[in-house]
T-cell receptor, first 110, second 114 residues
Framework: GESVGLHLPTLSVQEGDNSIINCAYS??????FIWYKQESGKGPQFIID?????DKRQGQRVTVLLNKTVKHLSLQIAATQPGDSAVYFC?????????FGKGTRLHILP | DGGITQSPKYLFRKEGQNVTLSCEQN?????MYWYRQDPGQGLRLIYY???????QKGDIAEGYSVSREKKESFPLTVTSAQKNPTAFYLC?????????????FGPGTRLTVT
C-alpha cells in the first residue's frame, strides 16, 4: 500500500552540527512534498516545500533535497540549535490529499 | 492576527456522548481539513472540505461528522460510534484544495473520553 515514512524514529545531533532527516515515499504520482515541524503539544508548523520539477530548495538554515528516482527526500538543518528540538514530518500529495509520515524526533545534545 | 483557532485546547467527555470540536480560520482559505494524531504517530485525515457546503471523507471518517456552512468554520463532531476517540485533533486550512498548497495548522484540541 501507499506510505510516506521516515527512516529513523529518533535522531540525536550535537548542537551546532548539521542535521539530516530522511523520508521515503511510495506514490510515483506525488508531485508536491512538504516538511513540517511539530513541538510538543502544538500543531505542525510549515518549514519548507518542494515540487517535483525541482531537486533542491533552500530556506533559512534548511534545505530540502528530492530524489524522484528513488522516491526519497531529505531535510537538512544547518547549525542545529536547541530550538530545533521537535518532531519533523514529511508529507506528500496523493490525489487531493496530503499524506503524512510518522515523524522523526530530533534531539539536540548540548 | 490571521490564523486558525481551535477550541477548547483540552476536552473531557464521558463515553457515549457526542462532542463537537471547533475550528475557525480567518485566512480566507477555501480548503479545510481535520486530522487525528495518536501518540508517536503521524497525522491521519478524517474529513476535508474544498469549498463551502461540500466535504469528503478522509482515511478514517467512521464515527465522525463535519459541516461546512461557512467558509471560515469547519466543526468536527466525534460521535459515540467512534470506538477510540481519545486523541489529539488538528484542524488545518489551505488556499486551494488540490493538495499542492501548504496547509496551516491550528494549535489542536486534546480530547479525552473516559
Amino acid at each position: 500500500g501507499e506510505s510516506v515514512g521516515l527512516h529513523l524514529p529518533t535522531l540525536s545531533v550535537q548542537e551546532g552540527d548539521n542535521s539530516i532527516i530522511n523520508c521515503a515515499y511510495s506514490n510515483s504520482a506525488s508531485d508536491y512534498f512538504i516538511w513540517y515541524k511539530q513541538e510538543s503539544g502544538k500543531g505542525p508548523q510549515f518549514i519548507i516545500d518542494i515540487r517535483s520539477n525541482m531537486d533542491k530548495r533552500q530556506g533559512q538554515r534548511v534545505t530540502v533535497l528530492l530524489n524522484k528516482t528513488v522516491k526519497h527526500l531529505s531535510l537538512q538543518i544547518a547549525a542545529t540549535q536547541p530550538g530545533d528540538s521537535a518532531v519533523y514530518f514529511c508529507a506528500s500529495n496523493r490525489d487531493d490529499k496530503i499524506i503524512f509520515g510518522k515523524g522523526t524526533r530530533l534531539h539536540i545534545l548540548p | 492576527d490571521g490564523g486558525i483557532t481551535q477550541s477548547p485546547k483540552y476536552l473531557f467527555r464521558k463515553e457515549g456522548q457526542n462532542v463537537t470540536l471547533s475550528c475557525e480560520q480567518n485566512l480566507n482559505h477555501d480548503a479545510m481539513y481535520w486530522y487525528r494524531q495518536d501518540p508517536g504517530q503521524g497525522l491521519r485525515l478524517i474529513y476535508y472540505s474544498q469549498i463551502v457546503n461540500d466535504f469528503q471523507k478522509g482515511d478514517i471518517a467512521e464515527g465522525y461528522s463535519v459541516s461546512r456552512e461557512k467558509k471560515e468554520s469547519f466543526p468536527l463532531t466525534v460521535t459515540s460510534a467512534q470506538k477510540n476517540p481519545t486523541a489529539f485533533y488538528l484542524c488545518a486550512s489551505s488556499i486551494g484544495g488540490q493538495a499542492t498548497y501548504e496547509q496551516y495548522f491550528g494549535p489542536g484540541t486534546r480530547l479525552t473520553v473516559t
